[in-house]
């Protein structure tokens, strides 16, 4: 993408306040050990990506999945620290994910204000010329 075709950032969502990946989802709240482990993790790591390339649309899916994953995970683990941490990467990554959401109904709304030409006025507008 050319730096003139790149779109503005909202506040929530700019450069120095971007999301990063959460340090050691792995190896602190034990994921890996398992296949829905490695699922979530994988999951969560693409959503990340997305999020980075401003792909938001395909990010809020995939933390969605991911947090859907992580869930699954928590209700499994019987040890009490692993359970703690998985709820605070679960918490953030919820908490991404509401941003996107927020920031693509408040893009859906300001692109329904913008008035446009539709592609039924130019059509006819075409017609009216011959």
């Not at 482990?37 to 792909?55: F, M, N, Q, Y």
């Not at 998985?86 to 913008?114: G, V």
């Not at 130019?122 to 017609?127: F, G, Q, R, Y």
Request: glycine letters at 6%; charged letters at 30%; hydrophobic letters at 30%.
């Amino acid at each position: 993408m050319t730096a003139s075709r790149k779109r503005s950032r909202p506040a929530s969502l700019q450069p120095g306040l971007r999301w990063r990946r959460i340090p050691g989802i792995m190896a602190k709240s034990g994921l890996g050990q398992d296949p829905q482990s490695t699922a979530a993790a994988t999951v969560l790591k693409r959503a990340v990506e997305l999020d980075s390339e401003s792909r938001y649309p395909q990010a809020l899916v995939c933390y969605q999945e991911g947090i859907d994953l992580l869930l699954q995970v928590l209700k499994g683990t019987k040890d009490n620290t692993k359970r703690c941490n998985l709820r605070e990467k679960i918490s953030k990554y919820m908490d991404r994910a509401e941003n996107i959401k927020q920031h693509l109904e408040q893009e859906k709304e300001e692109a329904k204000e913008t008035p446009g030409i539709s592609l039924r006025f130019c059509c006819e507008s075409k017609h009216l010329r011959s």
